[in-house]
């Protein structure tokens, strides 16, 4: 019984450590004309993009959003909690941190293009995020009424995409 006991133990232990891993690791917040926004976020969730180039790409990732269209933050984190990259952003410029790579891009959308492989609508995002269906050109959005969840799809330019994201609280 003593053995079964501390096998049980430890088993218990490492299923709690790990959980423990799988927690989004802390980063510095924002400056506070970031976080001074009209939205009502924070988000977070999952993220899911799927890109029908040759050969076809997807990208899965945890995600963090922070800040507003014009002023912001975008943390996302494997599904075990490690931190994938950072893009943070203002009006004149964009900036990417990957590990210890630091990336400047002349905006939020040519930032999301080379990371993921499809520009991505960020200002718009947070419209849609906030249960508004605004139009978008090229793009078509179906928002979860109550679910916290957002389905767009690129239909132009080439090539397609389809962007999902689930939130882990829906706003009320």
């Not at 510095?28 to 924070?42: E, K, V």
């Not at 960020?122 to 078509?140: D, I, N």
């Amino acid at each position: 019984m003593g053995k079964a006991w501390l096998a049980g133990w430890l088993c218990a232990a490492s299923l709690l450590l790990a959980a423990g891993c799988a927690s989004p690791p802390s980063t510095p917040p924002l400056s506070a004309s970031a976080t001074d926004q009209t939205s009502s976020g924070p988000w977070s969730g999952r993220l899911s993009l799927q890109v029908d180039s040759e050969p076809p790409q997807g990208f899965h990732a945890g995600f963090e959003l922070l800040g507003n269209a014009q002023t912001g933050e975008l943390r996302l984190f494997s599904p075990l909690g490690s931190a994938l990259a950072s893009a943070q952003w203002d009006a004149g410029s964009a900036l990417l941190l990957r590990g210890d790579e630091r990336r400047s891009y002349p905006d939020i959308e040519s930032l999301t293009a080379a990371l993921t492989g499809a520009a991505l609508p960020v200002a718009t995002l947070f419209e849609w995020l906030q249960g508004r269906a605004v139009e978008l050109p090229g793009w078509s959005v179906e928002l979860g009424q109550t679910d916290g969840r957002v389905r767009a799809r690129r239909l132009e330019p080439a090539p397609t995409a389809t962007l999902r994201l689930i939130l882990d609280r829906p706003q009320p």
